[in-house]
């Protein structure tokens, strides 16, 4: 199992382990589900997903402004108010 899993974290695979009476299982690296949900908050709303959607239409097209944000010395901060629950 530990191989298999290292092989989850090279590769960036998912894991679906078949348990019975159909109550599946999904194994997946931490990063992967973290992405997972930051993907699903920021489209989690129809006006948020539209402009997410124009802004890399933008991006492709070349049609890009570059700022600097000053942010070197501050530390970065979460706005997320839960973590994961995470089982080991």
């Known amino acids: ?3 298999r899993l290292q ?3 090279d590769d960036q695979d998912i ?3 078949t348990g019975p009476k159909k109550r ?4 997946l690296t ?3 589900y973290n992405a997972m ?3 699903t908050h920021l489209m989690s709303s129809r006006t948020n997903t539209k402009r997410l959607l124009e802004s890399i239409g933008q991006d492709r097209a070349g ?3 570059k ?5 070197e010395n501050k530390p970065l901060q979460s706005r997320r108010k839960k973590k994961p629950k995470v089982r080991k």
């Open 63 to 65: 049609n890009v402004t």
């Open 67 to 71: 700022h600097k944000l000053g942010l």
């Open 15 to 17: 894991l679906i382990l």
């Open 37 to 39: 949900e930051e993907t």
């Open 24 to 27: 599946d299982f999904v194994v």
């Open 1 to 3: 199992m530990k191989e």
């Open 7 to 9: 092989e989850i974290e």
């Open 30 to 32: 931490l990063e992967q």
